[in-house]
């Protein structure tokens, strides 16, 4: 059985109007220098007490992931979360990583890893500052019965009364406790 948190990055652990310029052809390692240097991903600490104590495994369906590998993703996470990170690379195309919406691709990457690892999906919790992002395709995700956190765009992870408290009661909730909610803007 397993919890799944799918994380977005821009507005998550970092402010959303932070500007990226990364180096996505280089290595995990030279990208997670290059982030630090430009003061993104600047809660990932935030985000690692938040799910301290928890199984929860992470999806980065950040757009993120049209450019860099998991085993990138794994090292811009760092030796805390960066093993909770479930590799696609082998089963989801670079054309589908590049194409495919946000709700899309959390769903046939669930559905995959589910098939080919052979584990149990119990609980989604769908972490974005972003609920436009979902709002024509969320239907896509209602079998997963995710719960929606929506951000706030310039806190992210670091907004101790909304976001993280959410992440804890999630992560301390019985499996499949949560129900599927329509994404809403989050509130100012």
């Not at 999806?59 to 998991?70: I, K, M």
């Not at 709700?103 to 436009?132: F, K, M």
């Not at 979902?134 to 310039?154: C, G, K, R, V, Y």
Request: glycine share 4%.
């Amino acid at each position: 059985m397993s919890r799944i948190l799918c994380l977005d990055l821009d507005g998550v652990l970092h402010p959303a109007d932070c500007r990226v310029l990364l180096d996505f052809s280089a290595p995990g390692w030279q990208l997670a220098t290059q982030a630090r240097t430009q003061g993104l991903l600047r809660w990932l600490p935030e985000l690692e007490v938040a799910l301290a104590g928890s199984d929860a495994k992470i999806l980065v369906h950040s757009t993120w992931r049209r450019r860099a590998s998991d085993q990138a993703m794994r090292e811009l996470l760092g030796p805390e979360l960066g093993p909770r990170v479930i590799s696609t690379d082998r089963w989801i195309s670079p054309q589908e990583r590049e194409s495919l919406s946000h709700a899309a691709y959390i769903d046939l990457a669930l559905n995959t890893w589910q098939e080919v690892e052979g584990v149990q999906v119990e609980s989604v919790c769908v972490l974005d500052d972003r609920p436009s992002m979902f709002q024509e395709d969320a239907h896509m995700l209602t079998s997963w019965h995710p719960q929606f956190i929506w951000t706030n765009p310039a806190l992210g992870v670091s907004d101790v009364t909304a976001t993280r408290e959410a992440l804890s009661q999630w992560t301390s909730a019985p499996v499949m406790g949560w129900q599927a909610a329509p994404p809403e803007a989050p509130q100012a």
